[in-house]
């Protein structure tokens, strides 16, 4: 599989499955990262993969449950992975400046959807346009990394650094923010060249400074 499927090469579900399963896999994710899912066919996923129809219907059942084949490994690896850094690394440290902190979450989110881009875009699609799956994403983030996060908020705000907004409003906005700019960009296929990415990480940094 190739790099960028980094997501779905380390979900325990795939570890049994045989190289040809792991072929449509990753010719679906070819498909509907390109197409998109209402527009693709498990015709054209057969085609690219270099096997029968039949092998996806036995497998996966239908087109919706190959997707599904993509989507949950995303929601078990990213949440679990979001903690974990936050624990280890992005909150272990003294922010200087509310700039920093913004540049550390944000950038890194940037580069772990840049590093899984094919999969994430179909993700986004997704959750864009699937009532469902927006509810399980928001059932299946930890309780730990909210508590973790507005910790953070609840610090930079008492040393004069954020703005005195309550810490949900903080988390909307810094979330429709930079979901906005960097789900966009994955789902036109645009880069974010790293000028585009400074200038969101100021702007938002302005936003929730303190007047």
């Known amino acids: 599989m ?3 499927l980094e997501l779905l090469l380390h979900d325990n579900t795939f570890a ?11 010719a679906a994710v070819d498909v509907f990262a390109a197409k998109g ?9 057969a085609k690219r993969a270099g096997v029968a129809e039949g092998n996806i219907f036995s497998k996966f059942g239908n087109k919706r449950g190959l997707l599904d084949a993509i989507i949950n490994p995303v929601l078990r690896s990213i949440f679990p992975d979001m903690v974990h850094n936050l624990q280890t690394d992005e909150f272990q440290r003294h922010y200087t400046n509310l700039r920093e902190f913004i540049s550390v979450l944000v950038g890194r989110r940037y580069e772990f959807m840049k590093s ?5 875009k179909i993700f986004i699609a997704e959750v864009v346009y699937n009532t469902d799956l927006r509810q399980k994403v928001v059932a299946r983030f930890p309780e730990g990394y909210w508590q973790l996060l507005f910790g953070e908020f609840d610090d930079l705000r008492q040393r004069g650094m ?6 949900s409003t903080v988390m909307f906005y810094l979330i429709a923010s930079a979901a906005g ?10 880069e974010i060249a790293p000028h ?3 200038q969101m990480i100021d702007a938002i940094t302005r936003a929730l400074s303190p007047a």
Not at 37 to 45: G, K, L, W
Not at 162 to 167: A, E, G
């Open 162 to 167: 954020l703005v005195d907004w309550d810490n």
């Open 116 to 120: 899984n881009a094919r999969v994430m």
């Open 196 to 198: 585009t990415q400074t």
């Open 16 to 26: 049994g499955y045989t190289d040809k399963q792991l072929a449509i896999v990753e």
């Open 37 to 45: 899912y209402a527009n693709s066919s498990t015709h054209e996923i």
């Open 181 to 190: 700019i960097i789900g966009g960009a994955m789902l036109f296929n645009q």
């Open 2 to 4: 190739a790099q960028d």
